[in-house]
């Protein structure tokens, strides 16, 4: 049986004692470094998201638990929003966004956790309203900040629409018919409006959905082994839009190389020019051929492309 535990505080020489084999404690933890790096004093104090620190985090908890723990790989649970709105673009590059942190999640070391709705793309609903949220602790520190009269509660509502749990807790979009196939009654929470276009009906079996991108990485992880058990190695860490790293195992390596911006982005990865003639297995653009192969790359807005060399 898998032994799982969430600790918000770990840091990672406590993880790597909790994950131990040999102390029998625990197979991998739940960390919450990552999700944190976007707030200040609390949930509510919004902070533009840095992505080298986003991708140094990441990387600190690859190098730490290699060879000794396990690591916990997530964007989002029941305590979050919702994914695509937090880290990547919800809007007209909703789909695109949506596979590049499959992509990225999906190649780091580690157990992936796919949580409901991620593998449709599910965005944050349009909260408004005090009366959209149903959230105990939303409502609490609304009324807090209300009897309070220090804070301007329409900047409030705009930021607990962006990060209240309650996001992450709007109606799975199975279809197009009402309540998106959910519920025949009131669902607790209203389904985001955007339900008949985005639902697994919609996606599943359909070429170039983020569903079957999903899918397509899900067996990759199954089929190579160097994504489980290979090294990584973090490339451009300060690059602010272009997120890079290497996979290494004894006969393979992977490449994969992810634009996080809306913008068509060139860089130049430390590399020798061998890269150039590597395979390319799998992009979200599936259409469309990488405008420029490694080391000297170009990426199209949120693209993400992973490439194979044998050794």
Do not use: C
């Not at 990865?269 to 469309?288: F, H, I, K, M, Y």
């Amino acid at each position: 049986m898998l032994t799982v535990g969430e600790m918000p505080d770990v840091t990672i020489p406590q993880a790597v004692l909790f994950t131990e084999p040999e102390r029998h404690e625990l197979d991998m933890v739940f960390q919450f470094e990552h999700v944190r790096l976007d707030q200040g004093a609390d949930k509510y104090d919004l902070r533009p998201l840095h992505l080298p620190d986003l991708k140094a985090s990441l990387a600190a908890w690859q190098a730490g638990l290699a060879g000794r723990g396990w690591n916990s790989l997530y964007w989002g649970n029941h305590d979050q929003p919702r994914a695509v709105s937090r880290f990547g673009d919800d809007g007209v590059h909703r789909v695109a966004s949506a596979k590049t942190l499959a992509t990225v999640l999906h190649l780091h070391q580690g157990t992936p956790y796919v949580y409901q709705g991620d593998e449709l793309g599910m965005a944050n609903a349009p909260f408004a309203a005090i009366g959209d949220f149903r959230d105990i602790q939303a409502l609490q520190y609304y009324a807090a900040a209300a009897a309070r009269g220090d804070v301007d509660l329409a900047a409030l509502l705009r930021a607990m629409a962006k990060r209240s749990r309650d996001q992450g807790r709007t109606p799975v979009q199975w279809d197009a018919s009402p309540h998106a196939g959910f519920t025949t009654g009131t669902p607790w929470l209203a389904v985001n409006p955007d339900y008949p276009g985005v639902n697994a009906a919609a996606e599943v079996g359909r070429p170039g959905s983020v569903f079957e991108h999903y899918r397509t990485l899900i067996e990759l992880r199954h089929a190579d082994p160097v994504i489980t058990d290979g090294d990584f190695e973090l490339l451009l860490p300060d690059h602010p839009t272009i997120w890079a790293f290497l996979r290494r195992g004894p006969d393979t390596e992977l490449l994969v190389a992810a634009n996080f911006s809306a913008d068509v982005t060139a860089a130049a990865l430390p590399l020798d020019p061998e890269w150039a003639g590597a395979a390319v297995v799998l992009t979200n653009l599936p259409d469309q051929d990488p405008l420029q192969p490694p080391p000297d790359l170009k990426l199209r807005a949120w693209e993400s492309v992973i490439w194979r060399r044998t050794k």
